[in-house]
């Protein structure tokens, strides 16, 4: 038993040695920062949204009658947004809404459109939620 208890316990030292040397060093203020930025969805283009009257240039899947709702729901809140500069709280929580509701749908036809559609229309839906809660900061 003895023995058993020396091993166990050199063992655990040499666990402790080998992580600490092997540890990398906390990240600085500036690279937690480039990471958060990093995750995020890139800025909508002028290509997407008119930067003069906010319509939105939905990518062809979204375009479907399936979306017409959430599309419905969405295009005067951006086009509110171009015009005054801000989306009020209640605003956001409506885009936020519709863009989990479109989300939803494109999983629920993921079976039955390209995945090059599903992805623009995914990575395009983040992007306008992204949009909202920036703006309505």
């Known amino acids: 038993r003895l023995k058993y208890a020396e091993t ?22 500036e690279q937690i920062f480039r990471m958060a930025q990093a995750g995020q969805p890139a800025r909508l283009s002028p290509s997407q949204v008119d930067p003069v009257s906010g319509k939105i240039n939905w990518p062809p899947l979204l375009t479907t009658d399936q979306f017409s709702a959430e599309r419905a729901a969405i295009d005067p809140l ?15 929580l ?3 809404q519709a863009c989990e509701n479109m989300r939803k749908q494109l999983v ?14 995914n990575t395009f839906v983040n992007q306008l939620e992204f949009e909202a809660r920036r703006a309505s900061s």
């Open 108 to 121: 629920a036809i993921i079976r039955d459109v390209p995945p090059r559609d599903q992805m623009q229309a």
């Open 94 to 96: 409506t885009v936020r």
């Open 78 to 92: 951006f086009e509110k947004l171009t015009k005054e500069g801000h989306l009020d709280y209640q605003d956001m």
């Open 8 to 29: 166990y316990f050199a063992r655990r030292r040499v666990n402790q040695q080998y992580k600490e040397e092997t540890r990398r060093p906390a990240p600085t203020q």
